[in-house]
C-alpha cells in the first residue's frame, strides 16, 4: 500500500510547481505583448513616414516632367501623366489645374476629394495629412509649376495636386 502522507507531499509540490511557472509565466507573456504593440506602433508610424516620403518625391518628380505640359497647357499630354498616376493603387486622386484653378487634366474631373478642394492654390508647396470621405488617411500634396525661366516669385502657371492613400502601408504594417 501506498503512504497516504507521501500522496499528499507529491501533491503539494505539484500544486507549488504551478504557482511558480505561472509567478513567470504571466509577467513574461505580459511583457512580451507590451513590446510587440510598442514595436507594431513604431512600424506603422515609420510606414506611413516613409508613405509620405514616397509622395512628396513622387510629386516633384511629376511636376518637373510635366512642367512644359503645364506651361503650354497640352492636355493630351497631361492626360496621359494623370492616367499613369491613376492606375497606381496608392494614388487616389491626381489632377493638372492651370494657374487660374481651371482642370486641365484629372483622374476624376468631377469629383475633386474634399482634403484638396479646400486648399488654396499658391505659390508654395503644400504637403498635410488629412482623411478621405470613407475616412481612410490620405497624403495630399500640391506642387506649383513655374514658365521657364521665371523665378518662384511669379505666378504659377500650373499646379499638380495629388492624393495618395496610406492603405496599402497600413495593410503593411499590420502584417
Known sequence: MTDPSSHLASHGQSGLRIKLVLAFLIPTITIASLIMLVEQRNVRRAVTALTAQHAAELAD??????????????????QRIVHSLGTGAAVEYADFVDGDGR???????QAVPSELAARPLSGTTADFTGRNAAG???????????????????????YLRLSMNSSAAAGVARA
Open 61 to 78: 518628380a511629376v511636376r518637373a516632367s510635366a512642367g512644359p505640359y503645364v506651361e503650354n497647357a497640352e492636355i493630351a499630354g497631361l
Open 103 to 109: 482642370i486641365l487634366a484629372s483622374t476624376r474631373p
Open 136 to 158: 481612410a488617411q490620405v497624403e495630399a500634396l500640391i506642387r506649383p509649376s513655374y514658365a521657364r525661366g521665371s523665378d518662384m516669385l511669379s505666378h504659377p502657371v500650373g
